[in-house]
């Protein structure tokens, strides 16, 4: 059953008929497109954007409705580009003047660039089921990373800022001994349960909820049956098993998740960072 697109989420056509040619708006309109106030946190547009993106996406709009979402997206995504555009990034330091921050980048897999390409979503690494891994887990990033560097580079692309490990899941049985001795200066550490609901393994916070992307249905299900008390902001993991279900999950639900979640799959990682060019030369 499909959820239908109201007036207050999508909005007529002609609303939108100032937007500029080169993909920017004023900076108070993009705000108030994300329903934010001016100045709000770059975390905080993110995750206006996501939200958005989640209620306008095609698996919950009628096929009635879709032109004129298709337009309120278009907007939408105008705004957050604005927001996220170069003069507001980090600047990424000149040639190699950083020396050592670009080696401690590369030693920990966490890539070589510091400017945004603006992707909204992060990746993150499944360690569920490899207690050895979870027992090494630097060196399995590491040992990741320039396998997947060797990847994207032998394709002749480049990875970006987005292309480093973010955080890592593991079961909420894990152990003690891996809560414990995990180094939170390093990388984040999520536990999941068997419901898919996700918990702050220092802070024992809800982080989200993960849903695999071979089961479908990830959004059209959960407007359908909420009983897992799931709420409409918390922040969508999606779990991609191989580099054909990464390529399908970056292009679907690319604006809507806030995490796509991977194994150790060098070939997952170079098309999840390398966008898409790489979906084609390695799926």
């Known amino acids: 059953k499909f959820v239908q697109c109201t007036?207050?989420?999508c909005s007529p056509v002609a609303r939108h008929s100032s937007l500029s040619g080169d993909g920017l708006i004023g900076l108070e309109e993009a705000y108030a497109e994300l329903g934010l106030p001016v100045g709000a946190s770059i975390r905080e547009v993110r995750r206006a954007f996501r939200r958005l993106a989640r209620e306008l996406h095609p698996d919950l709009c009628a096929p009635e409705d879709l032109a004129v979402t298709a337009m309120r997206?278009?907007?939408m995504k105008q705004a957050y580009d604005t927001i996220m555009s170069e003069d507001r990034r980090p600047a990424q330091p000149p040639g190699m003047s950083n020396l050592a921050g670009f080696m401690s980048r590369m030693a920990t897999?966490?890539?070589h660039?510091?400017?945004s390409s603006g992707q909204t979503h992060e990746l993150w690494l499944d360690f569920r089921g490899?207690?050895?891994?979870?027992?090494?887990?630097?060196?399995?990033?590491l040992q990741l990373f320039w396998k997947t560097r060797d990847i994207v580079d032998k394709l002749g692309l480049s990875l970006y800022v987005e292309g480093h490990v973010d955080g890592v899941v593991v079961e909420m049985d894990?152990?003690?001994?891996c809560v414990e001795g995990w180094d939170y200066t390093w990388l984040p550490l999520v536990l999941a349960d068997q419901s898919g609901a996700l918990y702050n393994a220092q802070t024992k916070e809800k982080e989200g909820w993960l849903r695999n992307l071979a089961d479908g249905q990830?959004?059209?299900?959960?407007?359908?049956?909420?009983?897992e008390g799931e709420s409409a902001d918390e922040d969508l993991f999606v779990f991609a098993a191989d580099a054909e279900e990464a390529s399908l999950a970056r292009r679907r639900y690319g604006f809507a998740m806030s995490v796509l979640l991977m194994p150790p799959d060098p070939a997952c990682w170079a098309v999840a960072a390398a966008g898409a060019k790489a979906d084609r030369a390695v799926a």
């Open 130 to 141: 490899s207690p050895e891994a979870v027992a090494e887990p630097q060196r399995e990033v």
């Open 218 to 227: 990830i959004l059209s299900a959960r407007s359908e049956s909420n009983s």
């Open 73 to 75: 997206f278009v907007a």
């Open 113 to 115: 660039h510091t400017a």
């Open 7 to 9: 007036q207050a989420r």
């Open 109 to 111: 897999g966490q890539g």
């Open 174 to 177: 894990a152990g003690s001994s």
